[in-house]
């Protein structure tokens, strides 16, 4: 048993031990205070996992609500939408590596390869996008420049998390929540923030989060959303009535607009843009243009307006041959560098074959002779496998010519349509559309209807085909018309399920034959396996020249064409453009393409404050002077772009006009008198019109002859009696149904 002082010194050692871990631990100073506090801190610790516990269950809330709230708000054309968005997803496939860091402002995706439906369309390239590079997508129908495009936006390939992006392919759908609400909700981070902290204060209003989630909304100038949205809307010609009605009160070109409007109030640092300038009218193209000038991040563009391309991109990417083609420069200089590249292949090409073709006849001639020669015939043979083994200069391939026709028609007497003193207005006390137009069309017509969106310009082309009856006056057609209607929903009235052959066969009973219809639709690009796949399988423009085909092999003698550039190609443009300069009946055509105008049109009228006016010029030299005048509307005099006026038929307060065209040309047009035709109304005689031939020209009022080109009354033209009788009834009426301007 230890002695007493042994025991001592033991517990004094013991102590001196504890006291040293005490100094290691820093707990020397240690009071009672300092316990509390400790205690204190374990208590808020426990109590803040509580709140970030509570913080994270109103997150999984708000995003619960917003999902019901969505889904219930969702129109029947959005359902379709995301219907065909999800039967497209699952028919993709795509694969590729990130060969940038996660932190960076370019996206560059290695090995990158793209299938649809089992078709290869994109095949182990690379994809390579820089900062401050605006890019075009080209290539013809089917080569996977869309689906290029929704890969990337709904992130199927890899791309770093930090880049946000924003995908528009189409119009914000008809319904009923405004142009202003449409735009402020396109904000996601603020809009699942306003949720949670709803979702908070219902819950646990004393969270510490609560602070955090207000001060991150602070940093987002929620306050300020709805001016931003507000500003970019009346930048793009929406007035402020306009913010507050319902999208079914607007056409598609408005409501391309707002998806506009919503990509610009973003602000994303990749922008996917399909297709941007469908539905829009010519000055929105022109202001949009402007616009995309200056975006300073990454763009991504699929357009056939070769103008646009011109206008707005800094690099171009040509989908070839399944592999991307980049080349700097707008698209002009791509098809300049493109020709280029293209002819010194093509003397390379012929060089080397040259080369082989002379080593060949060299060594069959003297590779069995004396020593000496069959040793340069060996010399020769080991010179052309080395030139065949680094591996030849392909021949240049050209793109796949595209022929669509429109077969010749009857010739019909003139007027083949007589628009007679017509006024139109979609329900009584809406604003009128048309006032006392008149005018008359006939197989040698070749005209485009210009003008801002909302004007009426597919309502006119209504009105001619009878879809659309005028509130006021008349409408006579020949008895033995036949009019083609192509409007930029036609695709998507077809049969989805039915393949391209079987749709024509149904469509037009009398084709029996199957090589025949695989002939017709063939002429306009269709070929091979896509004559036989479900419609839906084929890309927009694939569907776009189905239906072209559908109307001209309806034989009409008048085209009624509203948007057909709408996802065709620039080949297939230019293939639209020849047909119709070589078909012979009659054409009025509504198109925001400035290039299809200047090669078909021979008049351009503007439809605008409820009158057709006829531009002072045709063909491309009028269509670019239009071109001109929109680009200084929409710049101003001091170069800085202006806010776009809203110029819809809805909103007729505004004093002065947009767009300043040249005044009508007014003419007194004589009561036309026609025979074998027919009226649309029942009200009215008229006397028949004595024809002297087929085309006997329309006298005018001071007794000279009309156009060489048939009876042709310009619009605008008024009779005095009528002058004057409207004048009345405008007074009675007040000020209700001025012009909008």
Same mark, same amino acid.
């Given at each position: ?140 129908? @089917? ?30 759908? +008809? ?77 598609? @070109? ?13 602000? +994303? ?96 001639? #003297? ?26 200069? +392909? ?8 022929? #669509? ?33 008149? #005018? ?13 969106? @909302? ?52 469509? #037009? ?31 927009? @423009? ?127 047009? +004589? ?71």
């Amino acid at each position: 048993m230890p002695s007493k002082s042994k025991l001592k010194r033991m517990e004094k050692k013991k102590a001196d031990d504890k006291n040293r871990q005490r100094d290691t631990q820093g707990l020397t100073k240690l009071t009672k205070d300092d316990v509390a506090a400790k205690t204190a801190a374990v208590a808020d610790a426990a109590k803040l996992g509580d709140a970030a516990a509570a913080a994270e269950a109103a997150r999984r809330i708000a995003e619960m609500r917003i999902k019901a709230k969505d889904d219930a708000e969702k129109t029947d054309v959005e359902k379709l939408r995301e219907e065909q968005e999800l039967i497209n997803a699952n028919a993709r496939n795509c694969t590729g590596r990130l060969g940038t860091q996660a932190l960076t402002s370019s996206v560059h995706i290695n090995g990158l390869s793209i299938t649809y439906h089992g078709t290869v369309l994109i095949d182990d390239t690379d994809l390579q996008l820089n900062q401050h590079h605006r890019y075009g997508i080209i290539g013809p129908n @089917g080569c996977g420049k869309s689906t290029l495009l929704a890969a990337l936006g709904h992130r199927e390939v890899p791309i770093p998390e930090p880049i946000d992006i924003f995908y528009l392919d189409h119009e914000m759908p +008809p319904g009923s929540i405004t142009p202003l609400k449409a735009v402020m909700e396109v904000d996601d981070e603020r809009k699942k923030l306003e949720a949670q902290a709803q979702a908070l204060e219902e819950t646990d209003p004393e969270n510490e989060f609560l602070l955090e989630i207000y001060e991150r909304l602070d940093d987002l100038d929620v306050d300020k959303a709805e001016v931003t949205a507000s500003r970019i809307l009346k930048g793009l010609g929406f007035t402020h009535e306009m913010q507050g009605k319902p999208l079914t009160d607007f056409s598609g @070109g408005w409501r391309m607009r707002v998806s506009l409007a919503r990509a610009l109030f973003v602000k +994303p640092y990749l922008l996917l843009l399909d297709e941007p300038t469908n539905h829009l009218d010519l000055e929105a193209c022109v202001w949009l243009e402007e616009e995309l000038k200056t975006f300073d991040h990454i763009l991504m563009i699929v357009s056939h307006s070769e103008d646009f391309l011109n206008g707005v991109c800094t690099n171009i990417i040509n989908i070839k041959d399944r592999k991307l083609e980049y080349y700097t420069g707008n698209f002009n200089q791509f098809i300049k560098t493109k020709t280029e590249v293209e002819e010194n292949q093509m003397k390379q090409y012929n060089w080397e074959q040259e080369q082989i073709k002379h080593m060949k006849e060299y060594i069959a001639r #003297f590779g069995h002779g004396s020593a000496k020669l069959a040793k340069q015939a060996q010399s020769k043979e080991k010179t052309l496998a080395r030139m065949i083994e680094k591996g030849l200069t +392909p021949k240049v391939s050209g793109e796949k010519q595209i022929s #669509f026709n429109f077969k010749e028609v009857d010739r019909l007497a003139p007027p083949v349509i007589q628009v007679q003193d017509i006024s139109f207005q979609y329900k009584e006390g809406s604003p009128w559309i048309y006032k006392n137009v008149e #005018f008359g069309l006939d197989q040698d017509t070749r005209l485009a209807l210009v003008g801002p969106n @909302g004007a009426g310009k597919s309502t006119l082309l209504k009105l001619l085909l009878g879809d659309l009856e005028p509130t006021e006056g008349m409408i006579r057609r020949h008895s033995h018309v036949k009019m083609g209607h192509y409007h930029q929903h036609l695709a998507e009235k077809i049969d989805m399920n039915l393949s391209p052959i079987e749709f024509m066969m149904k469509e #037009f009973p009398h084709l029996k034959d199957i090589d025949g219809v695989r002939k017709i639709i063939g002429r306009y690009g269709i070929t091979g396996k896509q004559q036989t796949m479900p419609t839906r399988n084929l890309s927009e @423009g694939q569907k776009c020249r189905v239906a072209l085909a559908w109307v001209a092999h309806q034989t009409p003698h008048m085209l009624m064409l509203d948007e057909p550039t709408n996802h065709l190609d620039l080949e297939s443009i230019d293939a639209l453009a020849q047909a119709i300069k070589g078909y012979n009946g009659g054409m009025v055509l509504v198109s925001h393409d400035f290039r299809l105008i200047g090669q078909v049109a021979d008049e351009i009228w503007i439809c605008e404050k409820q009158q057709v006016t006829k531009w002072n010029k045709g063909g491309i030299e009028g269509i670019l002077e239009y071109k001109d005048m929109l680009k200084k509307n929409v710049l101003g005099d001091d170069g800085v772009r202006q806010d776009m006026a809203a110029a819809s038929a809805d909103h007729y307060n505004k004093k002065t006009p947009s767009v300043n065209v040249p005044s009508a040309i007014k003419m007194q047009a +004589p009561k036309m008198k026609i025979m074998g035709v027919t009226s649309n109304k029942t009200n009215g005689s008229v006397a028949p019109r004595q024809i002297n031939g087929n085309r006997s020209p329309s006298p005018l009022k001071n007794g000279t002859k009309g156009s060489p080109k048939g009876a042709f009354v310009p619009p605008g033209a008024r009779a005095k009696a009528a002058q004057a009788a409207n004048q009345a009834r405008s007074k009675k009426q007040g000020a209700g149904d001025e012009d909008w301007w």
